[in-house]
């Protein structure tokens, strides 16, 4: 076989396995550039944002992914609310973390060119105060760089308090608080930004 068949398979090797070991890096959440937030209304017509501060997650090489809330990080911008939130609602002492986990194509990510921008809607199981329900988002996927993507909601996903056994912490929180009424339904969203390994 000539020097130069040998050296053009090599290179093609090569470029072979650098392809397939880009495909079997894992992907890891960048807190810092990552936010979930959500929409409480009381009174009926008083709507607030709040957010959660602590986030981490992951996307493993298979496309399994996850997001992990510590709930206690919950901020709302009034330290008496966050403490009520954290401790009557969310119980954070025995459900430290909401979860949610679901599968992406992880290889159509990688095919796209830094910049692009696909939507799409996923699936996926949230884990919140011991109850899991399946939850079904509507996201746009972005390719911002080599080794980073982000996914945001194209709009907010609604989660029912009585879904997830929340409905004794909401009418707690409407008690001391001596508010008529807490909406049950709660607008998430969220913008994650992921960058590999």
């Known amino acids: 076989m000539k020097v130069g068949t040998i050296l ?3 290179v093609l090797l090569l470029g072979s396995m650098l392809v397939a070991a880009a495909a079997q890096a894992g992907w890891s959440l960048d807190g810092s550039e990552s936010y979930l937030s959500f929409v409480s209304t009381k009174n009926s017509d008083v709507a607030e944002a709040h957010a959660f501060i602590a986030l981490r997650g992951s996307v493993s090489d ?5 997001l992990v809330v510590e709930l206690a990080s919950v ?11 954290r401790d009557l609602l969310f119980e954070a002492g025995r459900f430290p973390v909401a979860t949610f986990s679901t599968q ?16 799409t809607t996923i699936v996926g199981e949230l884990d919140l105060h011991g109850v899991a329900s399946a939850v079904r ?3 746009a996927v972005g390719r911002i760089g080599e080794d980073r993507f982000n996914v945001v909601t194209r709009k ?5 308090a009585g879904s997830h056994a929340l409905l004794d912490g909401i009418e707690r ?3 001391i608080a001596g508010l008529k009424m807490i909406s049950l339904a709660v607008p998430i969203s969220f913008s994650l930004q992921f960058v590999r390994d």
């Open 62 to 66: 298979d496309g399994a992914s996850n």
């Open 173 to 175: 929180l409407r008690e």
């Open 156 to 160: 907010p996903f609604i989660v029912l």
């Open 8 to 10: 053009s398979a090599g």
């Open 137 to 139: 988002v509507e996201v």
């Open 75 to 85: 901020h709302t911008l009034i330290a008496i609310r966050d403490e009520r939130m």
């Open 104 to 119: 992406i194509d992880l290889a159509a990510m990688l095919a796209m060119a830094p910049g692009e921008t696909h939507s």
